[in-house]
């Protein structure tokens, strides 16, 4: 199973973000290790996963909360 993804880790920059391993900017497990994938955060900005389909699920997304009350009348 698939470790869940973070919204806004804390320090991003620590982390390659290339695989489930999330492995330390000092130790890179995989790929050619030459260098380090960005978490999304540091591309695009705190509302990255508000923008575009990343297959992912979030239980605190506020736009589905949002839209959920609006379908409601509330």
Known sequence: MAKKFPT???N????CWGC??????????????????QHPVELL???WYLHGDWG???EDDPVVKN???VARGT
């Open 8 to 10: 806004a880790p804390s």
């Open 12 to 15: 991003p920059e620590r982390i």
């Open 20 to 37: 489930d391993k999330y492995c330390s900017v000092e130790d890179l497990g995989c790929g050619n290790g030459s260098d380090r994938t």
């Open 45 to 47: 900005g705190e509302d």
């Open 56 to 58: 992912l699920e979030f």
């Open 67 to 69: 839209t959920d009350n």
